[in-house]
């Protein structure tokens, strides 16, 4: 069958301030269709891949409109879901026989909520579970003409119009039998890229190397809600590895991993084969404190890795104990340290607006971390994802967002009743100046240049840290929406499309 698997239209810069975006904005690739769609070609099937980073509606539009296809899979987080629907609107329109399924963060949180919204009737079927082999299970049965009656993890709807949720599907196991991604359905890869900074060489791309976590803080999103983390083999991570290298001139990965270290010695058994194989290869990874010790990370630094992330989160127990962390404030300074005698940078990110937490525990998390003394930090709002402990129980915890829109980290979603949405602003305005205005950190920045990656960031973060100075309330969430609507009033006419 023809399939379109695509991540409906956006711009990366709109959910951050003007003023920081530059020093801010990931533009990494939909590794969550990309499976999807590497399962769908094993199976036999045409697949076109369409990320929304860099297109329009109006050109998504366009490209099905061309394409012809029999099913389109439309991707959407909490944030994207007004424009997943009004994807799903507009190919409806043009022709009416396409089947269309939604997956992803917001379809697998919210199942019937989500498929019984007002809008939603332009969807066929949603799938609340990982899609790589519910999508190849709908499209058999949209090959053999029946309904979706028992397919794991989906909720369609019925000749008669009756909304059937199906039971969900068990974890997928056995992560090494999905193909790899096929990235050459994204055409260029020059186009992904982190902030300046956050690289050491380019061409770069994301990898997983395993699903879930071992943690379920309040906030956080996972598709399995069971603390169970499933790994790739070593030897199948670092064949993917390996194919980035020699049939895309990858030069550098981002393990976007919810936990990389989570088994220690399969980190170590990765390494070895990375060094072993002289892979030439730079890499970063994100850990729990407390997963790795000095001699695996002295054993990742000769695999190539140069950046580790560290969710540190605040500066106060009480508060890490809130939010289930499972980590001590000791453990993170220990990791940190640790880091940092490997060679490696430590990446710190925090959060203001835990439940119970005040605006004196947000200034003690500004003085943590400029204690900590990471080589880079991000303050933002916690925002508990639909799905999630506090969004579910919200009413013991404080105050949450009515529109999607807002579930960024930029955004203020969520207000605990011990603090107020001013003080969250300020605290990251306040956050930002004092880290980053230290003369210490930037002599050490200035000392640190060695490429033209490292001016670029040095100029970009300069031109942030001038607007902060500025004096202006540069995370002002009403600023970001105005640039929301913008974007929205300017969607271009479709209609010109329909046959
Ligand atoms: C990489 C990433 C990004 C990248 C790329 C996003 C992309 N195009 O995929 C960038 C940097 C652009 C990004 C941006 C944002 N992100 Co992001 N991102 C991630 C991250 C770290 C990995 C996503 C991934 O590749 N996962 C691996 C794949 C295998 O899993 P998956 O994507 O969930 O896909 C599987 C299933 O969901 C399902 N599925 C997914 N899509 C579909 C579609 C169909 C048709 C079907 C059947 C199934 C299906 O099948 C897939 C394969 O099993 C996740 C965290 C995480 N661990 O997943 C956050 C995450 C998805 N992001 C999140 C957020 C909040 C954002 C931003 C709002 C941040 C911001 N800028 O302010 C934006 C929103 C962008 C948007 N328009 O929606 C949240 C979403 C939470 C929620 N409930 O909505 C997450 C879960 C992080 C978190 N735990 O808080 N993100
Ligand atoms: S915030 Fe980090 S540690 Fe906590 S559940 Fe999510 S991925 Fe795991």
Redo the contacts with the bound molecule.
């Keep these: 069958m023809k399939c379109i ?1 695509l ?2 239209a ?1 711009n ?1 810069y709109e ?2 301030s003007k003023h920081t975006a530059e020093s801010q904005v ?8 990309l ?2 769609a590497g399962n769908l070609i094993r199976a036999g099937h045409s697949v076109k891949v369409i ?3 860099f297109n329009t509606n109006y050109d998504i539009i366009q490209q099905v409109k061309d394409f012809r296809p029999d099913f389109v ?8 879901w007004k ?1 997943a629907l009004q994807t799903a609107k507009d190919i409806k329109a043009l022709n009416s026989n396409i089947h269309i ?6 379809a ?2 919210q199942r019937e909520k989500a498929f019984k919204d007002d809008m939603a009737i332009y969807i066929d079927s949603l ?1 609340y579970t ?3 082999y ?2 190849l299970q709908i499209l058999n049965r949209l090959e053999n003409k029946t309904n979706l009656s028992n397919v794991l993890g989906t909720i369609f709807r019925d000749e008669d119009g009756r909304i059937i949720t199906n039971p969900p599907s068990p974890p997928i196991e056995n992560l090494d039998d999905i193909p790899f991604p096929p990235r050459f359905l994204l055409g260029n890869l020059n186009k992904y890229v982190s902030p300046p900074g956050t690289y050491k060489r380019l061409p770069m791309t ?1 990898m ?1 190397t395993s ?1 879930g976590c071992s943690n379920l803080c309040i906030y ?2 996972q ?1 399995y809600r069971d603390r169970h983390i499933r790994y790739r083999s070593p030897e199948n991570v670092v064949s993917e590895i390996e194919e980035c290298i020699n049939k895309y001139g990858i030069k550098e990965i981002k393990f ?1 991993d ?1 936990q990389f270290a989570g088994d220690y010695s399969r980190v170590e058994k990765i390494c070895d084969l990375m060094i072993e194989k002289k892979l030439d290869i730079t890499w970063y990874a994100s850990i729990i404190a407390g997963s790795v010790d000095l001699p695996l990370l002295k054993k990742m630094k000769r695999a190539g890795c140069w950046a580790i992330l560290i969710g540190a989160e605040t500066g106060v127990q009480k508060n890490l104990d809130t939010i289930q962390k499972n980590v001590t404030l000791q453990q993170i300074e220990q990791t940190v340290k640790w880091v940092k005698q490997a060679k490696i940078k430590p990446y710190t990110p925090f959060m203001f607006g835990i439940p119970g937490e005040t605006y004196e525990d947000g200034l003690k998390t500004i003085k943590f971390a400029c204690k900590l003394n990471p080589n880079y930090v991000d303050f933002n709002a916690l ?1 508990p ?3 999630t402990t506090i969004y579910n129980n919200y009413t013991k915890y404080g105050t949450i967002a009515e529109d999607s829109n807002d ?4 955004h203020v979603a969520f207000v605990p009743y011990t603090m107020t949405k001013e003080q969250i602003i300020k605290l990251r305005q306040i956050a930002f100046k004092r880290f980053y205005s230290r003369p210490n950190y930037i002599l050490k920045k200035l000392f640190e240049v060695r490429s033209i990656y490292d001016i670029k960031a040095l100029l970009k973060g300069g031109i942030s840290l001038f607007w902060i100075w500025a004096g202006r309330n540069i995370f002002d969430p009403d600023e970001m929406k105005r640039k929301e609507t913008r974007r929205i009033t300017n969607r271009r006419d479709i209609k010109k499309y329909i046959d």
């Design positions: 698997l991540f409906p956006w990366p959910t951050f990931n533009i990494w690739p939909p590794l969550g269709i499976y999807i990320d929304g980073s899979g439309i991707s959407s987080t909490t944030y994207a424009s399924t939604v997956g992803g963060a917001y697998i949180a799938c990982e899609g790589e519910v999508t994301t997983f699903r956080c999103f598709i976007l919810d925002t994802f639909p799905g579930y960024t980290f930029q």
